[in-house]
């Protein structure tokens, strides 16, 4: 059973960086294919980013594109989330996820793709 744990949120100003991070435990974090979602308030899930189980291949969501990197540390079982030029409309609570191990997820931005689930960090970005 593969347990995620974010850590990293806050509370920045705009224009701030944030770097959030999920450390996995209980698999082989290589295997995973990671993902990064948000949820603002009374809103369901929406994908941020996907990075692939090697880390040389990321997709990102129109929003955060140019802003946000993703990126991942096989060695440390952890995955990042590397948020810059950070804007009010980025408030909301981050999710990282993964998905079954050696599983490549054709719909990589629908949260029905990802098996395991972080607790969540919660980002405030104050104007």
């Known amino acids: 059973q593969v347990r995620l744990v974010e850590s990293g949120g806050g509370l920045v100003q705009a224009g701030a960086s944030l770097r959030l991070s999920c450390a996995a435990s209980?698999?082989?974090?290589?295997?995973?294919?990671m993902g990064w979602f948000r949820q603002f308030p009374g809103k369901e899930r929406e994908f941020v980013g996907a990075i692939k189980f090697g880390g040389g291949w990321q997709r990102y969501a129109d929003p955060v594109k140019g802003r946000f990197t993703i990126s991942r540390d096989n060695a440390e079982n952890t995955a990042y989330l590397q948020m810059n030029s950070l804007r009010p409309e980025d408030t909301a609570v981050y999710f990282c996820?993964?998905?079954?191990?050696?599983?490549?997820?054709?719909?990589?931005?629908?949260?029905?793709?990802?098996?395991?689930w972080g607790q969540g960090t919660r980002v405030t970005v104050s104007s």
């Open positions: 996820a993964a998905a079954r191990e050696y599983y490549y997820p054709p719909d990589y931005e629908s949260e029905r793709e990802y098996y395991y």
């Open positions: 209980g698999g082989t974090f290589s295997n995973l294919f």
